[in-house]
């Protein structure tokens, strides 16, 4: 590992001194591309490139500009593999003799035109998101920029009858592949109770696609089931890729958790190109999934056939798109932006049309986009794939997200950063890496940076927690008998227990010091199965010893091992005390005539709430109609929004109302819903708040899709307090400020929850 380290640091030594002017022009060309991508991508409605994969462009043009030696030669290359999806751009190193003559761009006379250009509520960055989405207004919606279709996926379904009832569960098996790189597909699973037809089980790998395009096996585990079901089994597929499915075998498991056929299906007997029997398209359940075709093809995994789900995804394709908002460009309007420092940029931001076609047409000027052959893995941990990924963020954060004023450090010099750490290495780690310490500039608790199937660094647990109290790193809770709670961590691995926290800082977004340490907890002790940690312990006396711990706890089951448990119970002196994490709404309005007698209820929102929100309703003297989430309108680029669309939750009042004593107990692992929860409370001054400020970061996440099957979840959308005062960076403000405390954790003792009933009592 230290020669590898070493080996790093004298390349990277390399790169910015011994051949400082190549290498920094190198990163000069890719800074200018990575601007330029956004501009061609999200800004430029020119009907060429809506009919590329402007993906794969980026990577093509990177592949050919990263080694250009000047300024000149740069402009050039971007110039002319550029105006064939941008009629109307110039790039020039003088900014004042780039302007290109509107007249040009206006359509012939005697032609009817209607105005085509971008609007992005939010921003859509794929799939089917009702939320942020992106149009390009009386344009043709292609594969790349299609948002508002509801229904576009294809489904392939066999139903399996009522079956008796296996007391320890079943198994699909399915094996299936990509047809071509950067695409995706699942399997999936649903069982609807035989009598009521209600569903019981449902799954469908959202969080672990299919991208490979070799044949692998695939399974998804069904638990028991009480009453007989309906079993629906099948795949599906989104526009843009095309799945082969083979060899389904559908088991139950006997007594001895051995796996027994119910049926096989290998399509065989099956004619080329003919739907597959005992198949159809849909889910069995309404018209969902049928936006496609499936049929029999040649290729099976072992056998001769297999099936090959098609999506209808060209159908739509002359569909024009309709205005999000009303707010346009004022005719033609032309974009300036320099796409690193010395280079401009211009180019039109919006086109007239003629039938859903830009005019001038790049063909009409002279330029034609030739395809070229490209060979890259677009799900591989490489260069072409890294660099696009990067191009997206940096956009993403730069046009995008919500919150620039937070963001303190230079977003620009942070991306060249970012470049050089990826032309250092593609390796996945350190890919990995690089994009969680990028996209945390952006100081938003929402930032989660995830890979599709599993993350380089590993999602595994030793059975213990920690927090840092009182600037000491403390076990809080510990299923291991070497680790006892209180014990103080001095060192980690060989380092200062707070410096190897510190250096894991820069991994992790987050808009308050409160929630950067929540997940500092677990970012320290993540890694990959059956990997050791070396800990150094002080006990309770001030003795040292080593422990040596293992992380053998996937993330579902170590965060499962110590949440609290309870939800609803009477504490003392007829005081409720209500875990929101945990009690789901059905249960507290089985309580709610006992607690509106109560002396007073304590609502404990340290943590999510479970759906519970209605709970407000009981609360509130009157009607609401505050507007405190804000989704931005953007026409133009740079994070400047031309309005907002305002919205809330428009809460009434509910019986019984609990005129008792309320208190609320909170701290920074509240995020998002918790904030929206606890915004009414703080807003309208409901309840005393005890405790710490939440993570300051809410309203509905947003995700970017990567190549190579990465994906960045952000904050979409601006969200104020009640009253329009910021909420991001600051959170929901305690009216009794209150920390944990190195001697009440010893003492297993809840400072926070004994403070609320102190406060309950008087």
Known sequence: MKKRLLFLTLLHVSLVHSQSVSDQQKLRNLHALGSLYGCVRWFNPATEAGEINLNEWSMKVARKVMDAPNDNALIDSLSRLTLPIMPGMRISNNPEAISYPKDKLQIPKGKKGVLQYWQHHG???????????????????SLNNRSDNTNTFVSVVRKTPS???????????????????????????????????TTVFFENMNGRPIVDTNWRKYTIEIPAQKHGVN????????????????????????????????WFYN??????????????????????????????????????????????????????????FKEKPNGIEMGKA???????????MSMYSLKGNTYPSAASLGYTYIPDTFTSNLNADNLDNHLCGLFILYNVGKHFYPYPEVVKANWDSAFDQALLQTLISQEELHYY??????????????????????????RFYPNFFWERIEGKVIITSSLLKELKVGNEVVSINGQPANYWFDSLAVFCAAATPGFKEYRLNTATIEGKEGTEMELGLLDQSGKLQMVSVKRTTNVNSYYANFENTKTIEKLRDSIWYINLDKAEMSFIYEKLDSLA?????????????????????????????????????????????VNYTDIGWNLKPS??????????????TAISYAESFMGYIEGYKLASIIGEPTAGSNGNINIMQLPGAYAISFTGMKVTKIDGSTLHGVGITPTIPMKRTVSRVREGRDELLEKALEEAGK
């Open 231 to 262: 079993f629906y089994t099948g795949a599906y597929t989104i526009p843009g890729s095309s799945l082969l499915v083979d060899d389904l075998v559908f088991y139950y498991k006997d007594s001895l958790q051995s796996l027994k056929p119910i």
């Open 123 to 141: 921003v859509n960055l794929g799939g089917n998101n009702q939320t942020y989405k992106s149009v390009l207004v009386n344009g043709k919606h």
């Open 597 to 641: 007698e109560a002396k007073a209820v304590i609502f404990d929102l340290r943590g999510y709430p479970a759906g519970n929100h209605a709970i407000i309703q009981h609360l509130l003297p009157k009607a609401e109609k505050a507007k405190w989430m804000h989704i931005p309108h953007y026409l133009y680029p740079g994070a400047k929004p």
């Open 163 to 197: 079956l008796p009832v296996s007391n320890t569960g079943y198994v699909l098996e399915v094996y299936a592949r990509c047809s071509r790189p950067n695409q995706r597909g699942y399997i999936w699973v649903r069982a609807d109770d035989e009598k009521s037809g």
């Open 655 to 668: 019986k019984p109302k609990l005129k008792t004593k309320v208190i609320f107990i909170t701290n920074g």
């Open 338 to 348: 320099e796409l690193v420092q010395g280079i401009w940029l211009q180019w039109p």
């Open 433 to 458: 890496r690089n994009l969680q310490r990028f996209s945390a500039i952006l100081n938003d608790g929402h930032i989660f940076v995830s890979r599709f199937g599993s993350v380089p660094v590993g």
């Open 267 to 324: 399509f065989e007997q099956d004619a080329e190109g003919a739907m597959p029997y005992t198949f159809s398209t849909g889910i069995g359940k309404g018209e969902s999934g049928k936006a496609g075709s499936v049929i029999t093809t040649h290729s099976g995994y072992k056998s001769v056939r297999c099936a090959r789900l098609i999506p209808k995804e060209f159908e739509v394709k002359n569909q024009l798109g309709k205005p999000l």
